[in-house]
T-cell receptor
Framework: GQNIDQPTEMTATEGAIVQINCTYQTSGFNGLFWYQQHAGEAPTFLSYNVLDGLEEKGRFSSFLSRSKGYSYLLLKELQMKDSASYLC??????????WGAGTKLIIKP | DTAVSQTPKYLVTQMGNDKSIKCEQN?????MYWYKQDSKKFLKIMFS???????INETVPNRFSPKSPDKAHLNLHINSLELGDSAVYFC?????????????FGPGTRLTVL
C-alpha cells in the first residue's frame, strides 16, 4: 500500500534549527512536496524535490533520497511564526498526492 | 485578489440534510480538487476535475457529488449528511497534473454535522 510517515509533533527553540523527517512508500514516484499549514488555515506550498539532494530556499531546505524513500525539511533560524504543521506529500505514478498526517512544530521562546 | 476561494467557511447542519460547498479559482488553472481533512489531519483526495472531466474519484460515498459548471468552479454537493462527514473540506487547483504543478489550496470549509 501507499504510506507516508512523519512525526506527530516536534518542539524547538526560537533561533534554533529543526529537521522534520518523512518516509514514503508509493506506487511509482513523481516527487516529494512539503506544505506548511497554520492552525485553521489552508496548506501552502513550501518545496518540491524529485532528484536526490538538497534544495535550499532561504531559511528552509528540503532533502530527498529516492533510494531510501526518505525526505526531510530543514528549518533554520526558527521564528515564532514557523509554528505550524508541516505536511509531507509524495506524488505517485498517477500524479496523485499521497499525504502524511503532518508534523506539528511548536516553537518556544 | 483571492486565488482559490470557498464558501461558506463554516457550515453547521443536521444529520440527513443536503448541503453544497462552492469553490472558485481565478488562476486560470485546468485542474481542481476536493480534499477532506479529518480530525487526525490526514488530507484525503476526494475528487479532481480536469477541463470539466472527472479524472479521480476515490472511494467516497456516492452521497458526495462534484459539479463543475466551468473550469473555474468545482462545487461539492453532499446528500443525506452523516456525523462522520464532519471535517474540513479543502478545494485546491493546479495548472495541470504534472510533477511540477503545485496545488494551491482554498481556505477550507469546516463542516459540522449534528
Amino acid at each position: 500500500g501507499q504510506n507516508i510517515d512523519q512525526p506527530t509533533e516536534m518542539t524547538a527553540t526560537e533561533g534554533a534549527i529543526v529537521q522534520i523527517n518523512c518516509t514514503y512508500q508509493t506506487s511509482g514516484f513523481n516527487g516529494l512536496f512539503w506544505y506548511q499549514q497554520h492552525a485553521g488555515e489552508a496548506p501552502t506550498f513550501l518545496s518540491y524535490n524529485v532528484l536526490d539532494g538538497l534544495e535550499e530556499k532561504g531559511r528552509f531546505s528540503s532533502f530527498l533520497s529516492r533510494s531510501k524513500g526518505y525526505s526531510y525539511l530543514l528549518l533554520k533560524e526558527l521564528q515564532m511564526k514557523d509554528s505550524a504543521s508541516y505536511l509531507c506529500a509524495a506524488m505517485d505514478s498517477n500524479y496523485q498526492l499521497i499525504w502524511g498526517a503532518g508534523t506539528k512544530l511548536i516553537i518556544k521562546p | 485578489d483571492t486565488a482559490v476561494s470557498q464558501t461558506p467557511k463554516y457550515l453547521v447542519t443536521q444529520m440527513g440534510n443536503d448541503k453544497s460547498i462552492k469553490c472558485e479559482q481565478n488562476l486560470g488553472h485546468d485542474t481542481m480538487y476536493w480534499y477532506k481533512q479529518d480530525s487526525k489531519k490526514f488530507l484525503k483526495i476526494m475528487f479532481s476535475y480536469n477541463n470539466k472531466e472527472l479524472i479521480i474519484n476515490e472511494t467516497v460515498p456516492n452521497r458526495f457529488s462534484p459539479k463543475s459548471p466551468d473550469k473555474a468552479h468545482l462545487n461539492l454537493h453532499i446528500n443525506s449528511l452523516e456525523l462522520g462527514d464532519s471535517a474540513v473540506y479543502f478545494c485546491a487547483s493546479s495548472h495541470g497534473q504534472g510533477v511540477t504543478d503545485t496545488q494551491y489550496f482554498g481556505p477550507g470549509t469546516r463542516l459540522t454535522v449534528l
